[in-house]
């Protein structure tokens, strides 16, 4: 009887020990999948990169890729996620913090978002497709959770245009930023087009922004 229990014990431990050793497997051949893919996507595109790509990348094969993600959409989907919800946390944490004036937030916004968007150009388009196929989902995803209270960077703005007397609502303004910061990598290859201009001339253009959205920023609220 008291063999029998032992081996019963030695026999779940083994089955233990296998499942732990499957499931960190498969973690690891995931992450390694979702890292070669990470880096083809922006080396090439989402439009560009054929599945292959990521399977002569990872050093898997493409039915091992489409064991795990399916297809090219659904790992694109799960990596912009995570990328995402990175970036939205460093982004919350600059317009809510109280320690800094809203001029100040513009260039760190604008600074975070471009360096964020030259390393993932996808972004933007991607944040389009999601948001109007399913925005409640998009935004759960990102962890975007409805708040009473308007972040710091608004109320900070409101002041400005209060005590300036200016005539303009204070979500125009932060539009007009948003779209300064993301509109130039949805049009990236017309503006490469009608300025032809080279890849390295358009990062220069783009990393001259960081600069000049806090300073236009300011042009537009003194001109409302």
């Not at 399913?134 to 708040?147: T, Y």
Request: aromatic share 10%; hydrophobic share 45%; proline share 4%.
């Amino acid at each position: 009887m008291l063999k029998n229990m032992c081996l019963i014990v030695c026999f779940n431990q083994m089955i233990k020990c296998n499942f732990t050793r499957l499931m960190e497997k498969n973690s690891t051949t995931e992450e390694k999948i979702k890292q070669a893919a990470r880096k083809v996507f922006t080396q090439k595109g989402y439009a560009a990169t054929r599945t292959r790509d990521i399977a002569e990348e990872s050093g898997f094969n493409l039915a091992l890729i489409n064991y795990y993600f399916r297809s090219k959409e659904k790992l694109f989907d799960i990596i912009m996620t995570e990328e995402i919800s990175g970036f939205a946390e460093k982004v919350v944490a600059i317009v809510n913090t109280a320690t800094t004036g809203f001029y100040e937030k513009v260039e760190q916004i604008a600074d975070t978002y471009i360096s964020f968007l030259i390393d993932h150009p996808g972004v933007p388009l991607f944040i389009i497709n999601a948001m109007n196929d399913d925005p409640k989902k998009f935004f759960s995803k990102m962890g975007f959770n409805p708040k009473t209270e308007p972040p710091i960077v608004l109320m900070q703005l409101l002041e400005i245009l209060i005590q300036e007397k200016r005539n303009v609502h204070p979500m125009n303004i932060m539009m007009n930023i948003m779209g300064m910061i993301v509109f130039p990598f949805l049009a990236t290859p017309i503006a490469q087009r009608i300025g032809n201009m080279s890849k390295s001339e358009l990062m220069f253009v783009l990393e001259h922004r960081k600069k000049m959205i806090p300073v236009w920023t300011k042009a537009i609220i003194e001109a409302s």
